[in-house]
Every structure is written in structure tokens, then in C-alpha cells.
């Protein structure tokens, strides 16, 4: 498969995840960087929120996902994954995350999610990401990115921890 298809299928498969929910309130953009010897490649998602009629504040850009193409290595790495506050605890990321893997692993690509903070870091290796460094894991298909177990949740306008019954039920 060329370089161009595997890094055009990545990003199809973030378009499937973020798109739709990111056109109610943003406007968006795809940027391409490629490196001289084209074998590597940067994809940055960036979102603009929308602002209100009346709304005077400026509206400030999101680098939502960043996407690192190492072709010769055939590993994927993700520096950068954030979604907009009115996307946060929908589990967006981790399905991104685990969307982009299942791409990635039919493309025979290892993925990576790197310079991760010390929370999300401990939050994927409590999922079963592989670790690699003290700020970089690798995702493989024993990574659990589907379930909610550990995750915060939002309930009545605030962000609580899932109650036993919930993880109970899971079983």
C-alpha cells in the first residue's frame, strides 16, 4: 500500500469519529505536512469554535488531533489528542484513538500515543496500553479504549466516577 493511502485511510477514519460532531459548533481544518524525504508525514485537525451572535470574546483555535506518520518505521504517533470542552467525557478520544488503531492495524502500522500527561498516561496503562516510556504507550488490540471502567462521567452538569453497580454490571 503507497504512503499516500495509508495516511488518506487514517484520515477518513478521524473524519468517521470527530466531523459530524465537530460541525455543530466549529469550523475545522485538515493541514498536511510532509517531511523532504516524504516519509514522514504531520496531519493536524484543528477546530475554531463558533462564537454566539452576541459573543464578543475571540474564538481561539484547538489543535484536536495531531497524527505523525513514520512510514519507514510503519508506526503512527500521536503527540496530540484534545478534544473541545463541548466534547469532552462523550469518550470521543478513545474511540478516536481506538478507530485510528484498528485502521492502523490493518494497515500492519503500530500506534502510538506520545509526550502523554501523567493522568492520561496512567488512564492507558490502567487499559492495557503497552509501556514504552515514562510519556509514551503503545496501543495494541489488548488495549481497552471501548469501556468506561475508570473514566469520569458526567452526571447532572458534573464530572463524577462511575458507582459500583456500573463496573458490576460489566461483568
Do not use: W
Not at 459548533?25 to 485537525?45: N, P
Not at 478507530?99 to 498516561?121: C, K, Q, R
Not at 447532572?156 to 456500573?166: Q, R
Amino acid at each position: 500500500m503507497q504512503r499516500h493511502d495509508v495516511e488518506s485511510r487514517i484520515q477518513q477514519t478521524i473524519q468517521d469519529q470527530l466531523d459530524d460532531r465537530l460541525s455543530l459548533k466549529h469550523t475545522f481544518r485538515y493541514d498536511h505536512a510532509y517531511a523532504e524525504d516524504r516519509d514522514r508525514m504531520k496531519l493536524d485537525l484543528f477546530a475554531v469554535e463558533r462564537p454566539a451572535p452576541e459573543s464578543h470574546h475571540t474564538p481561539q483555535t484547538i489543535l484536536v488531533i495531531r497524527v505523525i506518520f513514520l512510514h519507514e518505521l510503519k508506526e503512527i504517533q500521536i503527540p496530540n489528542i484534545f478534544m473541545p470542552e463541548d466534547m469532552r467525557y462523550d469518550r470521543l478520544g478513545k474511540r478516536t484513538l481506538k478507530a485510528i488503531f484498528d485502521t492502523a492495524n490493518a494497515l500492519s502500522y503500530e500506534l502510538f500515543v506520545t509526550d502523554l500527561t501523567g493522568s492520561f498516561y496512567e488512564r492507558l496503562v490502567k487499559r492495557r496500553a503497552l509501556q514504552v516510556s515514562q510519556d509514551c504507550v503503545q496501543i495494541t488490540a489488548d488495549t481497552d479504549l471501548t469501556s468506561d471502567v475508570g473514566s469520569p462521567k458526567v452526571g447532572l452538569g458534573k464530572v463524577s466516577s462511575p458507582s459500583i453497580f456500573d463496573l458490576l454490571q460489566q461483568d
